[in-house]
């Protein structure tokens, strides 16, 4: 993280109204924010702030929006698609089979769905409980490409997750549930 994002921006002045101790304890806070990042993201990133105009750092929550738009944090790591699934949201789509499908909407985008994406989240839970089935089928007997063991390995990753989040453990999730 320091080679790749600050080593770069060294001697990059602050941003205009930051007092030295300010700016040193807020580029400590984007290291611990920005570490899960990959070494390309973050070239991508320190390159991006050279570029701005002005020739200084930006604010750092301006750097935090733009690491997030390069590379979202996993859901370990990202406050929001972990509030979003302890929230009575995640709980609610728990019990209606779609929780994965939410948290993968919550990695990718911004403010909560409403009732439209709901209704999409519900209808590609529907497809992908489909295909959860034809694919153990296909493992039972050999036939899945790697491809499709990949996409079904982190499929209960995220279920996992969204478990692990909701603090479940092992549950039953039924006949309309994410698929056990």
Same mark, same amino acid.
């Given at each position: 993280?320091?080679? @790749?994002?600050?080593? !770069?921006? $060294?001697?990059?002045?602050?941003?205009?109204?930051?007092?030295?101790?300010?700016?040193?304890?807020?580029?400590?806070?984007? =290291?611990?924010?920005?570490?899960?990042?990959?070494?390309?993201?973050?070239?991508? &990133?320190?390159? &991006?702030?050279?570029?701005?105009?002005?020739?200084?750092?930006?604010?750092?929550?301006? =750097?935090?929006?733009?690491?997030?738009?390069?590379?979202?944090?996993?859901?370990?790591?990202?406050?929001?698609?972990?509030?979003?699934?302890?929230? =009575?949201?995640?709980?609610?789509?728990? $019990?209606?089979?779609?929780? =994965?499908?939410?948290?993968?909407?919550?990695?990718?985008?911004?403010? !909560?769905?409403?009732?439209?994406?709901?209704?999409?989240?519900?209808?590609?839970?529907?497809?992908?409980?489909? @295909?959860?089935?034809?694919?153990?089928?296909?493992?039972?007997?050999?036939? %899945?490409?790697?491809?499709?063991?990949?996409?079904?390995?982190?499929?209960?990753?995220?279920?996992? &997750? %969204? @478990?692990?989040?909701?603090?479940?453990?092992?549950?039953?999730?039924?006949?309309?549930?994410?698929?056990?």
């Amino acid at each position: 993280m320091r080679a @790749r994002l600050l080593a !770069p921006l $060294d001697g990059l002045p602050r941003p205009k109204g930051a007092s030295a101790a300010d700016h040193a304890k807020d580029i400590e806070h984007l =290291v611990g924010k920005l570490a899960y990042m990959s070494e390309d993201a973050l070239d991508g &990133l320190a390159e &991006l702030i050279l570029r701005q105009p002005g020739h200084r750092w930006p604010a750092l929550g301006l =750097v935090r929006s733009w690491a997030y738009a390069i590379e979202a944090p996993p859901p370990g790591v990202s406050d929001y698609a972990t509030s979003i699934i302890r929230s =009575v949201m995640g709980r609610t789509a728990w $019990d209606g089979g779609y929780a =994965v499908e939410l948290l993968r909407h919550a990695r990718k985008a911004g403010p !909560p769905p409403g009732a439209y994406f709901i209704d999409k989240l519900r209808d590609e839970a529907h497809w992908n409980r489909r @295909r959860l089935a034809d694919l153990r089928a296909q493992r039972e007997v050999g036939r %899945c490409s790697e491809a499709e063991l990949r996409w079904l390995a982190a499929w209960h990753e995220d279920e996992a &997750l %969204c @478990r692990m989040i909701l603090g479940q453990g092992e549950m039953d999730l039924g006949e309309e549930g994410a698929a056990a």
